[in-house]
């Protein structure tokens, strides 16, 4: 009597019912199916911020370095299109600049520079090249003269769930190398291609909003 009137979607152990796990199991994959994209872009921006911390960083250790033990330094942008290379084959970052200095060797062999690497999950655009006096001057070498500022742009790469996004910028402004962080006022897709690392002779420095 007493098995007649229990629920029938109460098991007689008093435990969960197939029907009701099943019921859950779905309920928490429609919820990750919805957070996912949201978690993924998050973590994606934490990477790109943190890599414009470290440039910015190894900025200005350069400036603070080569005016301290009197030495030059040339910035180069390494052109880098995709990680597929063998050398890149089994890294999930790669350097995206080539730092050369001059001046006394015991001193440069003795300097610790750090070369921020940057992720698959980001790009940048770079505008020219820099070099760094032992004067603590900064001399800009921008592939088009579209101002007179050092530019670097980062972006974000989101193929699978694509959006409109904002570039975040870096501007090092000579001959003292003051440096600014922003915004760039164009708009990007993040599920295109821009590859990994490329010189972009069209940046122009007043673009990049100060935060």
């Given at each position: 009597m007493l098995d007649k009137l229990r629920p029938k979607n109460i098991s007689a152990n008093g435990g969960f019912s197939l029907i009701e796990v099943i019921s859950v199991l779905s309920i928490i994959s429609i919820l990750v199916s919805i957070t996912y994209p949201s978690l993924r872009r998050y973590f994606i921006q934490i990477e790109r911020d943190s890599y414009l911390a470290k440039l910015n960083s190894f900025l200005e250790q350069i400036k603070r370095e080569t005016r301290r033990y009197g030495i030059s330094c040339d910035l180069k942008t390494i052109e880098i299109i995709n990680f597929k290379s063998e050398v890149n084959s089994i890294s999930n970052d790669i350097k995206p600049f080539q730092l050369d200095c001059y001046g006394s060797d015991e001193i440069i062999n003795n300097l610790r520079f750090e070369v921020p690497k940057i992720t698959k999950n980001i790009f940048q655009f770079v505008s020219g090249d820099l070099t760094f006096t032992p004067k603590g001057q900064v001399y800009v070498n921008n592939k088009r003269n579209f101002?007179?500022?050092?530019?670097?742009?980062?972006?974000?790469?989101?193929?699978?769930?694509?959006?409109?996004?904002?570039?975040r910028c870096l501007l090092v402004n000579p001959p003292i190398g003051v440096i600014d962080n922003g915004i760039y006022i164009t708009k990007y897709k993040t599920q295109y291609d821009y590859g990994v690392s490329r010189y972009n002779s069209f940046l122009v420095d007043r673009f990049c909003s100060k935060k």
């Open positions: 101002g007179n500022s050092y530019v670097v742009v980062v972006g974000l790469k989101e193929q699978s769930n694509g959006f409109n996004d904002s570039l």
